[in-house]
């Protein structure tokens, strides 16, 4: 199907009011429109429920990555982590519907290419891989997500080790580092190792890391770019067209934010 104008949307983190504002905004008509996210649909905004039902009746006009957040709840409805307090997820997690809404959350990726030259994550590109290497593993992971025994997969995925990739990784390492890199990676250390302890704007963070986007790679090309989420604390900032920061914040207080990846005109609403 063509469609009239694609949007990405940054993390909605359960604000449907901010959403439903932002889609007004953009005159968005999903028989006419194609919206995408780039994960953490659900968390700490104030109806997670309610945005998981909306989301999930906009039917193939819709598409999403898994973030951090989508995955927790996954592992929190299967008594494999207790909620937290910040969560925010009691009423999705006593609805009705949980298991139908769980079901159609598990069958999306943790990255996809939405077009030639644009792909989503939540957290970022591993600088060793490209944007090809990066959908390939994202199939790893949701194989077992997308399979009976995902539970499996759920008990195993928590964790910091490894932090460092290499493709002789197999099992359990190389499911948690796929999900560690697509989900939780903000910075890393100097030898290229992942670094999940700090979240700062990167002009406070200490010298002995970096963003995962100021790391060379050279496996992306310059006409490529990579969306993603999860890092509110960036503002945006990464001095590279090819990457494109879309979480802004709207959960604690900030803007909600949208690509129209046709125009590249970004929408926003403040909180």
Not at 247 to 255: A, C, N, S
């Amino acid at each position: 199907m063509s469609y009239r104008n694609t949007y990405v949307v940054g993390d909605i983190q359960g604000c449907y009011g901010g959403l439903q504002q932002l889609l007004e905004k953009a005159k968005f008509d999903a028989d006419k429109d194609k919206l995408y996210a780039v994960g953490d649909l659900v968390a700490r905004g104030e109806d997670s429920l309610g945005t998981l039902r909306f989301l999930k009746s906009l039917g193939s006009s819709f598409e999403t990555v898994l973030g951090n957040h989508d995955l927790h709840l996954l592992a929190v409805a299967n008594k494999v982590r207790k909620p937290k307090k910040a969560d925010n997820i009691q009423p999705l997690l006593d609805a009705p519907d949980l298991p139908e809404l769980l079901d159609w959350l598990r069958q999306f990726p943790l990255a996809k290419k939405i077009s030639a030259k644009h792909t989503i994550v939540h957290a970022g590109l591993y600088p060793h891989w490209s944007t090809d290497t990066l959908v390939s593993l994202s199939g790893e992971v949701s194989k077992q997500l997308q399979s009976k025994h995902y539970t499996d997969l759920l008990n195993n995925m928590y964790g910091n080790s490894p932090t460092t990739w290499s493709e002789k990784l197999k099992g359990v390492s190389r499911t948690r580092f796929i999900v560690n890199a697509c989900t939780r990676m903000r910075f890393l250390h100097n030898d290229g190792s992942l670094e999940f302890d700090t979240k700062t704007h990167p002009s406070q963070a200490p010298k002995s890391v970096k963003p995962w986007f100021k790391v060379a790679n050279p496996n992306l090309t310059e006409h490529e770019h990579v969306l993603f989420g999860h890092w509110a604390a960036l503002n945006s900032e990464t001095q590279d067209s090819r990457f494109v920061a879309l979480d802004t914040g709207y959960v604690w207080g900030q803007e909600l934010t949208m690509l129209d990846i046709d125009s590249n005109k970004l929408i926003k609403v403040h909180a």
